[in-house]
């Protein structure tokens, strides 16, 4: 029996009087997901009913080492005890209030985001609910940037491959066509220009331009870091021509690469940064941090706003989290155990290639077998996932062991070979 042994069980909780949550087969609530739930994300690969640290189990009662932590949401694991009785504390005393109030968590956490990026004076927070609402946010922020002059502009760069999310402000800044094309006309005035080309990048910046957006690893692209020095230059042109720099750091924030930001090392201070995914350990909250006073009053009362974002129990949990993140130095372990899953997946056979930084690993393989690699993944109790034909992607909570790693690291051959025999 694991250690990481829930400590509540799933029958014995007030949720299963609402619904049984054990005693159905996971084909079960599959069928009943079919003709209740809409069919945009394709059939789920298990019906999971409850986790703890860095495990997950399925309602068969099989169990799992989840690296993926819910798309680099987990940062904490499953069940974290101290994050859940901050989170059902908060939610007893005061859960909801409206944006006409505030409350001691809300202003606590906009402090810490703001401590944790060094950010100088007269910086601020807006929260939001999810990754892309935090970019919906921040592209309304760049509308409303006329840089040295007074007319505003409407002209934003993207990167090819980048992902900023799926609402239609989010979308336009996203470059892929297949989530794009169904749904244009989008907001307009975005390019998107050759990923991590710096001459591209001169050529695009010019006095027109109100944004430069970008993310500082690709996540959704295969986890593809920007070549050094890139955001250096992104700094300089648009300090330049008067253009915001917006990084979006919703998968790669809140420790994720060993670092509060992975920007962090590039030296630089952006204009704003995005999080979410990480940041509430795995309860839905997003913000927008923008730094100094210019940008921070760009979007003035009435331009912007929402009902739950930055309420009591999302800042609440935030705070839990950052709090056990750093009371239990679990950077250092990020950058450690990410170290060790690197160099030893480059050594694996039909491994070709190896990129990212802390937990938010990408690889490739040397045939179009990923999807495979997630299915015989899974069989063999490990929850992986494929960005690409190729690629695999790890982005397990932040907590994840040496001797977790290795469990994955020693069943991956085999797992590999299932892949290419089934292909
Ligand atoms: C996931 C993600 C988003 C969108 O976040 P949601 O919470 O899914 O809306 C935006 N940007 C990046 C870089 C992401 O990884």
Same mark, same amino acid.
């Given at each position: ?10 029958? /014995? ?7 049984? *949550? *054990?005693?159905?087969?996971? !084909? ?20 999971? @009913? ?15 080492? %989840?690296?993926?932590?819910? #798309? ?25 209030? !409206?944006?006409?109030? +505030?409350?001691?968590? &809300? ?10 990026? &060094? ?16 970019? $919906? ?19 934003? #760069? ?8 799926? +609402? ?5 800044? +996203? ?36 944004? @430069? ?6 996540? $959704? ?19 330049? *021509? ?5 990084? %979006? ?16 090392? /590039? ?5 704003? @940064? ?23 009053? =760009? ?27 750093? !009371? ?10 990410? $170290? ?7 050594? #694996?056979?039909?491994?070709? $290639? ?5 937990? =938010?690993?990408?690889?490739?393989? %040397? ?7 997630? &299915? ?7 929850? @992986? ?29 085999? #797992? ?8």
């Amino acid at each position: 029996m694991s250690k990481h042994t829930a400590a509540v069980d799933p029958a /014995a909780t007030p949720v299963a009087e609402l619904v049984e *949550t *054990t005693g159905h087969a996971g !084909s079960e609530w599959l069928s009943r997901y079919s003709s209740s739930l809409m069919g945009v994300f394709g059939a789920p690969q298990r019906v999971l @009913v409850r986790g703890a640290g860095c495990l997950v189990w399925d309602a068969d009662g099989k169990e799992y080492l %989840d690296l993926l932590g819910g #798309i680099a949401v987990n940062a904490l694991g499953h069940a974290h005890p101290f994050v859940t009785s901050v989170i059902s504390s908060q939610l007893a005393t005061l859960g909801h209030v !409206s944006n006409f109030f +505030t409350s001691p968590t &809300q202003v606590a956490l906009a402090e810490k985001l703001l401590e944790l990026a &060094q950010a100088p004076a007269g910086s601020k927070v807006f929260f939001s609910n999810s990754g892309t609402e935090a970019n $919906e946010a921040a592209f309304k922020l760049a509308r409303r940037n006329t840089g040295t002059g007074d007319t505003r502009r409407t002209k934003i #760069i993207a990167l090819e491959g980048a992902f900023h999310g799926r +609402t239609m402000g989010a979308l336009a800044l +996203t470059a892929k066509e297949a989530y794009r094309t169904p749904f244009e006309p989008l907001p307009g005035g975005v390019v998107h220009i050759p990923f991590g080309d710096v001459e591209a990048l001169k050529a695009a910046v010019d006095e027109t331009v109100a944004a @430069v957006f970008l993310e500082p690893i690709q996540g $959704e692209a295969g986890v593809r870091p920007l070549p050094p020095g890139y955001l250096k230059a992104a700094r300089e042109l648009t300090a330049r *021509t008067g253009a915001l720099l917006i990084l %979006d750091e919703v998968q790669t924030g809140i420790g994720r690469t060993g670092k509060w930001l992975a920007s962090e090392d /590039a030296g630089i201070m952006p204009d704003a @940064v995005t999080l979410a995914k990480g940041l509430g350990g795995g309860f839905p909250i997003g913000a927008l941090l923008t730094f100094g006073e210019q940008t921070s009053s =760009l979007l003035s009362a009435g331009q912007h706003g929402t009902t739950f974002g930055g309420n009591p129990v999302a800042t609440a949990a935030a705070l839990a989290t950052l709090h056990a993140l750093e !009371s239990q130095h679990v950077l250092a372990n990020v950058a450690a155990v990410g $170290e060790h899953l690197r160099s030893a997946l480059a050594a #694996i056979p039909g491994v070709t $290639e190896v990129r990212g930084e802390g937990l =938010l690993i990408g690889f490739d393989l %040397d045939a179009d077998v990923a999807p495979g690699v997630v &299915q015989a993944g899974l069989d063999a109790g490990f929850i @992986v996932n494929s960005p690409g034909p190729r690629t695999i992607r790890l982005a397990p909570p932040l907590i994840l062991t040496t001797a977790q790693a290795d469990t994955f690291l020693a069943a991956f051959p085999a #797992i590999l070979q299932t892949a290419k025999d089934a292909s």
